[in-house]
């Protein structure tokens, strides 16, 4: 059962995170300080076939050599966030998808994955669970390989903790 909710939340995920699919565009304060992992939040709200998604984008700079970013998407479906910490080559890699403005869509496979507990240890770990084929600029593909993937990014469903601080 843990392992469909961890498959389904990363789809979830991989369809808001980044929901534009079409077209991924960041704005150029964002872009100029992730280059450098500078601090930096951002709020963005967009439109995706008659749902409204809220999303904000927090780069909190480097620690323990990984540049730490967390996004926090909100919408009638419910809330997510995303922890991730990214290498000094990804946050590269991120930053020249994000200079490219062009609107012309790439196709990509997506490795989905699902948790798991280790019988021995207790502790979380991910397997391959899968792959789904997406189709959109170079932002959105380089954003959804690295937000997709727990080793990079982790996934929470926030939804329930939204709704116990709105009932107290």
């Not at 922890?83 to 930053?95: A, K, P, R, V, W």
């Not at 994955?113 to 979380?124: A, D, L, M, R």
Request: hydrophobic share 30%; aromatic share 12%.
């Amino acid at each position: 059962m843990k392992k469909i909710i961890s498959a389904l939340l990363a789809v979830l995920i991989c369809t808001s995170a980044v929901f534009a699919a079409e077209y991924t565009k960041f704005s150029r304060k964002f872009i100029r300080h992730i280059k450098d992992c500078d601090a930096y939040e951002e709020t963005v709200t967009s439109v995706f076939e008659d749902e409204t998604f809220k999303t904000t984008r927090k780069i909190h700079g480097w620690k323990n050599g990984f540049c730490r970013y967390s996004e926090t998407i909100i919408s009638a479906r419910g809330a997510y966030k995303l922890d991730c910490g990214f290498t000094e080559i990804q946050l590269d890699d991120l930053y020249e998808a994000m200079k490219d403005r062009s609107k012309k869509a790439e196709k990509y496979t997506l490795d989905i994955y699902s948790e798991i507990k280790n019988p021995k240890t207790g502790e979380t770990e991910y397997i391959k669970d899968g792959t789904t084929e997406i189709k959109g600029n170079k932002s959105y593909v380089v954003w959804a390989k690295y937000q997709n993937n727990p080793f990079f990014c982790k996934p929470s469903d926030i939804s329930t903790e939204k709704n116990k601080v709105n009932q107290k």
